[in-house]
């Protein structure tokens, strides 16, 4: 299956953008890329998604990379509130191979 | 109310006991899951079942059983529980040909075994 890699922690100053990587270079043509948080004591939630093109939406941006094998999650003014896990997964929605594992993911943290 | 409703949110237990985990679902999926999430780590795969009749089992099946009672309810069992199986549990769900199967999960169930 195919893995992402993301570093463990990064941190950001308040409403300063924030850039957070994932590789996935053996991504398949039928993977989307899916972003997720976890905030403290909740389940993940949903952020955004793409397969080819960047994204747009009232959280967040994603852009991935010409050859798909990587991607940055981009907050552009990071808030307190967006201190959480923020976990970088690849999902095949149709197939029976489905890749449905998290990693670690990144810790992010958020400072005045 | 919310969409994925787990029960209890959280349970203590002693080794040995037989628990079950309850989750019910609100959004029409078809598609469940079940996780498990260990303190400073990412989400592991139980179960996971595409259709009442579809059973599949994930990276860490061992020491734990399903039962997907109808659409919208999916249930984890541990059959006799062990320390090592304390850790907060998530259900979730996904529709496939919704935003590239996003999965939705619930607030999670938080289980000690003593």
């Known amino acids: 299956d195919a893995k992402t890699t993301q570093p463990n922690s990064m941190e950001s100053n308040e409403e300063e953008p924030v850039h957070l990587p994932c590789n996935h270079s053996?991504?398949?043509?039928?993977?989307?890329i899916h972003w997720y948080r976890q905030l403290p004591s909740q389940g993940p939630e949903y952020v955004i998604h793409?397969?080819?093109s960047n994204v747009n939406n009232r959280m967040a941006s994603l852009a991935i990379a010409e050859d798909r094998k990587s991607s940055t999650l981009i907050l552009h003014r990071a808030t307190l509130r967006d201190a959480a896990v923020y976990y970088c997964?690849?999902?095949?929605?149709?197939?029976?191979?489905?890749?449905?594992?998290f990693g670690t993911g990144t810790r992010l943290q958020v400072t005045l | 109310d919310a969409d994925v409703t787990q029960t209890p949110r959280n349970r203590i237990t002693k080794t040995g006991k037989r628990i079950m985990l309850e989750c019910s679902q609100t959004?029409?999926?078809?598609?469940m899951y079940w996780y498990r999430q260990d303190p400073g780590l990412g989400l592991q795969l139980i179960y996971y079942?595409?259709?009442?009749?579809?059973?599949n089992k994930g990276e860490i099946s061992d020491g734990y059983s399903v039962s997907r009672q109808a659409q919208a309810k999916f249930s984890l069992s541990l059959e006799s529980a062990i320390p090592n199986q304390t850790a907060l549990y998530f259900c979730?769900?996904?529709?496939?040909?919704?935003?590239?199967?996003?999965?939705?999960f619930g607030e999670g169930s938080r289980l000690t075994v003593l």
């Open positions: 959004k029409g999926h078809d598609r």
């Open positions: 079942s595409f259709d009442v009749k579809d059973i």
């Open positions: 053996t991504i398949s043509g039928t993977d989307y």
């Open positions: 997964i690849l999902r095949d929605p149709t197939g029976t191979a489905s890749k449905l594992t």
């Open positions: 979730a769900t996904s529709d496939p040909l919704n935003r590239g199967g996003e999965l939705f």
């Open positions: 793409g397969l080819t």
